[in-house]
């Protein structure tokens, strides 16, 4: 079984960093896409962020140029560096993990929360 556990999450000022982090067990984490998604209240879910098996990346436009996602196969270990960050970034974060010849994601962490303060 497949298990993600995220961690880094909490409370900072708009302007500053986090960086959060993904362990991944049960699989190994160099054949699967990960991905990073979060869900703010009364907002639509998104995908913020997603690295391939051979390190290809993706961004939604709203954090593109401010968060950077990487692996490291070694450490079983997916991260999200997030800088410049803004109230709207204010969510819970979730790291997620699919095949890649899946449509969906289908593992998922617990989620960490993240807040930024204006």
């Known amino acids: 079984q497949v298990q993600l556990v995220e961690s880094g999450g909490g409370l900072v000022q708009a302007g500053g960093s986090l960086r959060l982090s993904c362990a991944v067990s049960?699989?190994?984490?160099?054949?699967?896409?990960m991905g990073w998604h979060r869900q703010a209240p009364g907002k639509q879910g998104e995908l913020v962020a997603a690295i391939t098996p051979v390190g290809s990346t993706n961004y939604a436009d709203s954090v593109k140029g401010r968060f950077t996602i990487s692996r490291d196969d070694a450490k079983n270990t997916v991260y999200l560096q997030m800088n410049s960050l803004k109230p709207d970034d204010t969510a819970v974060y979730y790291c997620?993990?699919?095949?890649?010849?899946?449509?969906?994601?289908?593992?998922w962490g617990q989620g960490t929360q993240v807040t930024i303060s204006s």
């Open positions: 049960g699989s190994i984490l160099s054949i699967n896409v």
């Open positions: 997620s993990a699919k095949r890649p010849w899946a449509p969906r994601y289908g593992y």
